[in-house]
């Protein structure tokens, strides 16, 4: 991952820079010397290019990120010959598999081992069976002694392929990063010194940028459901059309709330709770969204020179319900509603996406019904994914005398803000 080797060269390049200064100021207690201090600044200034690379790279994979990844004829091939039945019966009775299920399942347990995920027993079920594109594939002719041209079936989804595709975090642009292994650093821009006006003869500032580090490690999501006996005697599709539906569900709403709200710990780091993102307070005890309000969240990023990329608003359907009956001038005629029938999907002129992830129980003042509010380039938001699936059959002395198994299934994930200025916030918003 090309990603992964600036990374690695950029702590390459720190550790030279670390190495110079304890030798001077530590180990010998004197100034840095001036061959040092020229390396220094040689090693700076390629960090600096390498910062500019990352971003560079995080761009483009925030383009290349709204598309699933397209398989090879070849591994689309293995991959909808692999039967999850199968995969879930021999966890039930403890028998072996062949074939291309033991391939799939041998490839979960490799990818998983390169991402550092570590299994506590189950199976793991590798990303190309749980993340997919989903193609229809038709077959014209055939003799009547061709055993496959008029028998090739439209391809399987992807296990999860509902969650990735349901995540409104994704849909508003986000920068996803799939494949990953071990912890990935990302250098972050906090804030900068703008350069200040000066005389003809007099010295220059130094821009100091403050800078920082996002680190995406993989936190576990987890989901559960109950399956009977029964359903592991049906057929590959009955089965994946239920774990599909229930699991997709739980573990989108999940991750959706963290994306916006989660503290970082066994989660990963929303907008809401990321220093240095713009704040527009409505009042005191919160206040009803105004269009001023929306466009002071434009401001306050205008206002740090962020006003670039994939800008876009999000909130929940309760302020969504409250936009589309305030005008814009409550005083004026003719101003229309905030959001329109006629154009239910902007606001401001930018693109806007709901999820009930997005809180409205947050508490302002004497109100706890608050909502929040986001806009931002929602490119400057980074997902990162460990992995593929990892399925656990669990039957207790519960379970047994009801015919039932649980499947606990287990991916791993992370996200974070990598440009605060990029984004602002309010969070006292009253849709009711």
């Given at each position: 991952m090309k990603l992964k080797q600036l990374q690695e060269k950029r702590g390459s390049l720190n550790k030279q820079i670390r190495d110079i200064i304890d030798t001077a100021t530590v180990n010998e207690a004197r100034s840095l010397t001036a061959d040092e201090s020229t390396k220094l600044e040689g090693l700076e200034a390629e960090i600096n290019q390498i910062d500019q690379t990352i971003h560079a790279e995080m761009r483009q994979m925030a383009r290349e990120s709204q598309n699933q990844p397209v398989l090879s004829q070849n591994v689309n091939r293995d991959v909808n010959r692999f039967d999850l039945g199968i995969a879930l019966r021999s966890l039930a009775n403890g028998s072996a598999v062949d074939g291309i299920v033991a391939e799939m399942l041998k490839e979960g347990e490799r990818e998983a081992r390169s991402a550092g995920v570590v299994s506590n027993g189950g199976i793991m079920l590798p990303s190309m069976i749980t993340r997919r594109e989903r193609r229809d594939i038709t077959a014209t002719g055939g003799s009547a002694g061709d055993q496959g041209g008029n028998t090739i079936a439209t391809e399987k989804r992807g296990l999860l392929d509902d969650f990735f595709a349901g995540s409104v975090m994704r849909s508003l642009g986000a920068t996803v990063l799939e494949g990953l292994t071990g912890n990935l650093d990302l250098p972050r821009l906090i804030a900068g010194t703008a350069a200040a006006k000066k005389g003809e003869s007099a010295s220059a500032d130094e821009v100091s940028p403050t800078t920082g580090m996002l680190s995406l490690t993989p936190k576990r999501l987890p989901a559960f459901i109950d399956i009977s006996q029964q359903l592991l005697l049906q057929s590959s599709s009955a089965i994946e059309a239920m774990v599909r539906m229930h699991?997709?569900?739980?573990?989108?709403?999940?991750?959706?709330?963290?994306?916006?709200?989660?503290?970082?710990?066994?989660?990963?780091?929303?907008?809401?709770?990321?220093?240095?993102?713009?704040?527009?307070?409505?009042?005191?005890?919160?206040?009803?969204?105004?269009?001023?309000?929306?466009?002071?969240?434009?401001?306050?990023?205008?206002?740090?020179?962020?006003?670039?990329?994939?800008?876009?608003?999000?909130?929940?359907?309760?302020?969504?319900?409250?936009?589309?009956?305030?005008?814009?001038?409550?005083?004026?005629?003719?101003?229309?509603?905030?959001?329109?029938?006629?154009?239910?999907?902007?606001?401001?002129?930018?693109?806007?996406?709901?999820?009930?992830?997005?809180?409205?129980?947050?508490?302002?003042?004497?109100?706890?019904?608050?909502?929040?509010?986001?806009?931002?380039?929602?490119?400057?938001?980074?997902?990162?994914?460990?992995?593929?699936?990892?399925?656990?059959?669990?039957?207790?002395?519960?379970?047994?005398?009801?015919?039932?198994?649980?499947?606990?299934?287990?991916?791993?994930?992370?996200?974070?803000?990598?440009?605060?200025?990029?984004?602002?916030?309010?969070?006292?918003?009253?849709?009711?």
């Amino acid at each position: 991952m090309k990603l992964k080797q600036l990374q690695e060269k950029r702590g390459s390049l720190n550790k030279q820079i670390r190495d110079i200064i304890d030798t001077a100021t530590v180990n010998e207690a004197r100034s840095l010397t001036a061959d040092e201090s020229t390396k220094l600044e040689g090693l700076e200034a390629e960090i600096n290019q390498i910062d500019q690379t990352i971003h560079a790279e995080m761009r483009q994979m925030a383009r290349e990120s709204q598309n699933q990844p397209v398989l090879s004829q070849n591994v689309n091939r293995d991959v909808n010959r692999f039967d999850l039945g199968i995969a879930l019966r021999s966890l039930a009775n403890g028998s072996a598999v062949d074939g291309i299920v033991a391939e799939m399942l041998k490839e979960g347990e490799r990818e998983a081992r390169s991402a550092g995920v570590v299994s506590n027993g189950g199976i793991m079920l590798p990303s190309m069976i749980t993340r997919r594109e989903r193609r229809d594939i038709t077959a014209t002719g055939g003799s009547a002694g061709d055993q496959g041209g008029n028998t090739i079936a439209t391809e399987k989804r992807g296990l999860l392929d509902d969650f990735f595709a349901g995540s409104v975090m994704r849909s508003l642009g986000a920068t996803v990063l799939e494949g990953l292994t071990g912890n990935l650093d990302l250098p972050r821009l906090i804030a900068g010194t703008a350069a200040a006006k000066k005389g003809e003869s007099a010295s220059a500032d130094e821009v100091s940028p403050t800078t920082g580090m996002l680190s995406l490690t993989p936190k576990r999501l987890p989901a559960f459901i109950d399956i009977s006996q029964q359903l592991l005697l049906q057929s590959s599709s009955a089965i994946e059309a239920m774990v599909r539906m229930h699991l997709t569900n739980q573990m989108l709403a999940t991750q959706e709330a963290a994306f916006f709200h989660g503290g970082g710990t066994s989660e990963a780091n929303g907008i809401a709770g990321t220093a240095g993102i713009g704040s527009v307070a409505g009042g005191t005890n919160g206040l009803a969204p105004t269009f001023a309000n929306l466009i002071a969240l434009e401001t306050a990023v205008d206002t740090n020179n962020a006003l670039g990329g994939n800008l876009k608003y999000a909130s929940n359907g309760q302020i969504r319900g409250k936009l589309k009956t305030t005008l814009k001038n409550p005083t004026g005629t003719d101003s229309g509603f905030i959001l329109s029938d006629s154009n239910p999907g902007v606001i401001n002129g930018y693109g806007a996406g709901f999820t009930n992830a997005i809180s409205r129980t947050l508490t302002k003042g004497t109100s706890s019904l608050a909502s929040a509010i986001f806009f931002g380039n929602f490119s400057d938001y980074v997902v990162g994914y460990w992995g593929g699936l990892q399925l656990e059959l669990i039957r207790d002395s519960a379970n047994a005398k009801l015919g039932l198994y649980t499947l606990v299934a287990n991916t791993y994930y992370d996200g974070g803000v990598v440009r605060p200025k990029s984004f602002s916030a309010t969070l006292d918003a009253l849709g009711a």
